[in-house]
Every structure is written in C-alpha cells, then in structure tokens.
C-alpha cells in the first residue's frame, strides 16, 4: 500500500465513522422531523449545508474508490427528500 492509498484509508475510515455516528442518526431525525410537518431550525439547515459540503469536499476521493459511490448516492438522496419537505412544510405555514 502507498502512501495516498495509506491515506486514503484513513480518510475513509474517519468519514464512515462519522456517518455512522453523527451524520446519518441526525439527518434520519430531520427526516422524521419534517415528515410530521415540522419546520427545520437555523442549526439543521447549518447541519444540511455541512453535509452538502462534505460531498463536495469527498468528490476526488470517491472518484478514486467508487465502491463508496452507493453510499455518497443514498446520502444525497437523503439530503435532497429532508429540503423538498422542508421547503414544502416552509410554504404550507
């Protein structure tokens, strides 16, 4: 293994971690959140932008290891379902 493989693995591990732990637990809840009809908060639409961030930031990493893809794939689909009902519970009020 060289050292941007060696890297690589590092960075992947560190993201995955976190997805499980902090990333995807929150954005389920957002999801629960604005299928009840809730609005989103200033702090939720921060986490939202973060998340959209880290896909851009992660575009040459996944590029090299398209195994992660699914994955980065099942997140944006996630991102993209809490907006669309946040936006139309923001219109309903």
């Known amino acids: 293994m060289d050292n941007k493989e060696a890297r690589d693995a590092g960075v992947v591990s560190a993201i995955l971690r976190r997805m499980e732990t902090q990333r995807l637990p929150r954005a389920l809840e957002l999801k629960e959140r604005v299928d009840r009809g809730e609005r989103l908060e200033e702090s ?50």
């Open 44 to 93: 939720d639409i921060g986490f939202l932008d973060k998340i959209l961030s880290d896909c851009h930031d992660f575009k040459p990493l996944l590029a090299r290891h398209p195994e992660y893809q699914e994955l980065a794939a099942r997140v944006m689909r996630l991102y993209e379902e809490i907006t669309a009902r946040a936006l139309e519970n923001e219109t309903r009020v």
